[in-house]
């Protein structure tokens, strides 16, 4: 079985300061693991995604993440964070022999002015 | 490239009633998930169909929750004789056929409120 935890309910930080979310997973075999950003009354809008390679993914909007296979992480980062960067984020996890997505039960970020 | 559309975008029934929702993919996607997404939930898996095929429904409920994916025309999400509990917001997704990872693309959701 596969599961992801997002650890924190809600992310402040202060425009311009970095921003950090939180994700760990659990599976199987090798994860495929994905970060969606869903904006209020919107569908999810799909930032980036670890498959194989390189540890560190860049993806939309000046976000990252980094997948670290010993702790079982995939944190997504943003050196800057802007205001306009406030909604949900939620984490994904796919085991390779499957196609279900498992999401977080999401982070609410803030970016105050 | 018109992203992955469902309508309606809020639909209000009363209880007992039905409630059809509605997905088309992306252009060249094949593949088509649904998702719902309980109050302050996370999204679960439903369903996952390819054209005239249900592959998995292993996140359906048994009773009452049908979806199709013909061979002409969106991905039908039906729901029979609804109940409150059935309020959630619902996503499809889509990826492209022979994608080696998979990425699901989301559509804007339905947001089903009954009554």
């Known amino acids: 079985a596969q599961s992801v935890a997002q650890p924190e309910d809600q992310v402040n930080v202060a425009e311009g300061n970095p921003l950090t979310v939180k994700c760990t997973y659990s599976v199987s075999g090798n994860p495929y693991l994905f970060w969606y950003v869903q904006y209020p009354n919107r569908g999810l809008q799909f930032l980036l995604k670890y498959i194989t390679g390189d540890n560190l993914v860049k993806g939309s909007y000046g976000f990252e993440a980094e997948f670290n296979k010993s702790q079982t992480s995939f944190h997504l980062k943003k050196p800057s964070a802007l205001v306009s960067d406030s909604a949900l984020y939620f984490c994904a996890v796919r085991d390779p022999s499957d196609y279900k997505l498992s999401f977080g039960a999401g982070t609410t970020v803030t970016v105050r002015a | 490239n018109a992203g992955v559309m469902q309508n309606p975008r809020h639909l209000v029934r009363r209880r007992g009633q039905e409630a059809r929702l509605r997905c088309s993919p992306m252009?060249?996607?094949?593949?088509v998930y649904w998702y719902r997404q309980l109050p302050e939930e996370g999204l679960k898996f439903m369903v996952y169909?390819?054209?005239?095929?249900?592959?998995?429904e292993s996140g359906m409920p048994k009773e009452r929750f049908s979806a199709e994916f013909p061979k002409e025309g969106p991905s039908i999400l039906r729901i029979q004789q609804v109940v409150r509990g059935d309020s959630a917001a619902y996503f499809c997704?889509?990826?492209?056929?022979?994608?080696?990872?998979?990425?699901?693309?989301f559509g804007p959701g339905t947001r089903l409120t009954v009554l």
């Open positions: 169909l390819q054209k005239e095929n249900i592959i998995d």
């Open positions: 997704a889509s990826s492209p056929r022979g994608s080696t990872d998979g990425t699901q693309y």
């Open positions: 252009k060249g996607h094949s593949h």
